[in-house]
């Protein structure tokens, strides 16, 4: 069983900074990529940013030059240091990783149940 738990959502006030984390847990044998996703009310999830084991990264065009995703493979963890905040970056924040566990010959997505960020004065 691999858990993904995020933390750092808090309400902050436009141009602010967030830095959001994730862990992940359990019988982890290798993790691939890893990503954050957003869900805004009445909206769809969409990617916010990925990272792959190797360290390449990708983001939406909404965060680019704002936002900076990084892991620590060791460590099985992600952040996302979120800066310039804006009012439409308000979402639940999930965390969603590509895991190998032990035992295991294919990798799977795992998500985390995800941390609220609210932007707004």
């Known amino acids: 069983q691999v858990q993904l738990v995020e933390s750092g959502g808090d309400l902050v006030q436009p141009g602010g900074s967030l830095r959001l984390s994730c862990a992940a847990s359990?019988?982890?044998?290798?993790?691939?990529?890893m990503a954050w996703y957003r869900q805004g009310s009445g909206k769809q999830r969409e990617l916010v940013a990925g990272?792959?084991?190797?360290?390449?990264?990708r983001y939406a065009d909404s965060v680019k030059g704002r936002f900076t995703i990084s892991r620590d493979n060791a460590k099985n963890t992600m952040s996302l240091q979120m800066n310039s905040l804006k009012p439409e970056d308000t979402a639940i924040y999930y965390c969603?990783?590509?895991?190998?566990?032990?035992?295991?010959?294919?990798?799977?997505?795992?998500w985390g149940q995800g941390t609220l960020v609210t932007v707004s004065s």
């Open positions: 990272i792959t084991s190797g360290g390449s990264t």
């Open positions: 969603k990783a590509n895991v190998l566990t032990y035992g295991e010959t294919s990798y799977r997505e795992v």
């Open positions: 359990g019988s982890i044998f290798s993790i691939n990529t």
